[in-house]
């Protein structure tokens, strides 16, 4: 999907969507640089978009992982399902509170690592809560929960849900963005 695509969805549904552009490929790498994600039996990616941090995922992935990828929007999901072909993926077109489930499918308990790019700050409490209480409970004991914003608006909501929660930053972004990296 392209640029022009992107800003389409955002228009049509800026609240689910949360940003005019793809994101960079700095802000994808301060999001996977530091996780090991070859190691990983199981990679959640909540919230694909066009697929930016997808295809690097995909590229950082070893032999052993498998990586879920739940898009609720229909047409970034629609693109996606077009453009991504990897034996190892499973693209869902569903909300992400429905994690468990598909890690389920897959003969698992727990994700080791989830990679989210939810919107958080345009959610209602109640939902953002929700989404980060579910995210944590199919997180492994060891796991790690990298989730990106514009704003430091959601750090106390994660910081109530984790343990710790480190942050990061980039200005090669538009608009530039704050990396939170969580365990339990
Ligand atoms: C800010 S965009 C990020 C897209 C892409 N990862 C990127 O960084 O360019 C947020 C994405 O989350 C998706 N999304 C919003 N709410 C969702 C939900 N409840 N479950 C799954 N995906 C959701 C939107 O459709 C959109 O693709």
Redesign the pocket.
Do not use: C, H, R
């Given at each position: 999907m392209s640029k022009s695509s992107?800003i389409k969805?955002f228009f049509k549904?800026k609240?689910?969507?949360?940003?005019l552009?793809?994101?960079s490929r700095f802000?994808?790498a301060k999001?996977l640089n530091h996780v090991p994600i070859n190691e990983a039996k199981i990679v959640v990616?909540?919230?694909?978009?066009?697929?930016?941090?997808?295809k690097k995922i995909l590229e950082k992935m070893g032999d052993n992982t498998q990586l879920i990828v739940?898009?609720?929007?229909d047409d970034?999901y629609n693109a996606l399902d077009k453009k991504l072909k990897h034996p190892n993926l499973h693209l869902k077109h569903?909300?992400?509170?429905q994690i468990g489930n598909f890690i389920h499918e897959l003969g698992f308990e727990k994700a080791d690592l989830i990679i989210s790019?939810?919107?958080l700050a345009n959610?209602p409490a109640e939902?953002r809560n929700r989404?980060l209480l579910t995210a944590r409970k199919f997180l492994s004991d060891q796991g790690k929960f990298v989730q990106?914003q514009y704003s430091l608006q959601s750090r106390k909501a994660l910081k109530k849900v984790f343990h710790s929660v480190k942050l990061n930053f980039t200005a090669l972004n538009l608009p530039p963005a704050f990396v939170y990296t969580c365990s339990k």
């Open positions: 992107f969805q549904e609240k689910m969507v949360g940003s552009a793809p994101s802000l994808a999001m990616e909540l919230g694909p978009g066009t697929g930016v941090f997808t739940i898009e609720l929007n970034f569903d909300s992400a509170d790019s939810l919107p959610f939902l989404l990106f």
